[in-house]
C-alpha cells in the first residue's frame, strides 16, 4: 500500500521505520514524530559508531532489542538492521527528496556541524573539510552516490511486506503536510482527517 502525503493512514502505528538517503531528514522526522505521537525514537547512527567512528560490537544486539519492543520509530537503514526491524514494523516512510534537495540540506548541515565541533555520537565530530576530497565515503559524496539505492530497498521491503503502509514524501512540504494531515489526526482529541478510519489498533504483523 503506496500513500501520499495527504493519504489518511489506515491504522495508527506503533512501530514506524525511516528511510532515505543520508541528508533526507530522517532524524529530524523522527524526531517530530516522537513529538507527535509519543513513540520512542531511536537513531540507528547513535548504535551503530562507537568512539573514533569505531562500529560498536553490540550494535546487532541493541537494534534487536529496539525491533523487540512494542513501540519504536527508528530507520530503515545499516544491512545488518534491516532485517531486525522490517518484519516487526507497521508503517515504513519514504523520504524521496531529489538528489539537489538533499545537497541543498546535507551540505549546510555538515559544514555547521564541522565549524561548531558539534557531537554527533559517541564523541565522534565531523572530519576536517579536506576529507570531502579524500575520503569518497565522507558524508556528502555518499550521499550523492547512494541516492538512488533508497529505492531499490523500499521495493525489496515491498515485496517482503506487501501489506506494510509505505508514506512516501517527496519534498519537505510533503513532510510538512503529512504532519500536519495525517499524523495530527492520530494525535489524541485530534478530529480525524476527511475519510479517514478511527484508527485501530493491529495484529502483530508476520515475519517475511
Not at 525514537?41 to 548504535?47: A, N
Not at 552516490?145 to 519534498?171: F, I
Request: net charge positive; glycine share 8%.
Amino acid at each position: 500500500m503506496l500513500l501520499g502525503p495527504s493519504d489518511p493512514l489506515p491504522v495508527r502505528p506503533r512501530r514506524i521505520l525511516l528511510t532515505g538517503c543520508s541528508g533526507s531528514g530522517k532524524s529530524t522526522l523522527g524526531r517530530a514524530l516522537e513529538a507527535r505521537l509519543g513513540l520512542p525514537y531511536t537513531e540507528l547512527d547513535g548504535l551503530f559508531h562507537g568512539p573514533d567512528w569505531v562500529p560498536r560490537p553490540e550494535f546487532a544486539a541493541d537494534v534487536a532489542a529496539v525491533a523487540a519492543g512494542e513501540e519504536w520509530i527508528t530507520e530503515y537503514g545499516y544491512s545488518v538492521a534491516r532485517p531486525l526491524v522490517l518484519p516487526r514494523a507497521e508503517l515504513l516512510v519514504w523520504l524521496d527528496l531529489p538528489r539537489p534537495a538533499v545537497m541543498r540540506q546535507i551540505v549546510p548541515r555538515t559544514v555547521v556541524r564541522r565549524l561548531r565541533r558539534q557531537e554527533l555520537w559517541n564523541g565522534n565530530v565531523e572530519p576536517p573539510f579536506r576529507s570531502f576530497l579524500t575520503d569518497p565515503d565522507h558524508i556528502v559524496r555518499w550521499a550523492w552516490r547512494t541516492h538512488a539505492e533508497t529505492a531499490v530497498r523500499v521495493g525489496q521491503a515491498r515485496e517482503r511486506r506487501p501489506e506494510l503502509p509505505v508514506v512516501r514524501l517527496r519534498s519537505r512540504r510533503d513532510v510538512q503536510r503529512w504532519l500536519v494531515g495525517p499524523v495530527a489526526a492520530l494525535t489524541p482529541g485530534a478530529a480525524p482527517v476527511s475519510g479517514a478510519a478511527h484508527p485501530v489498533e493491529r495484529s502483530e504483523p508476520e515475519s517475511a
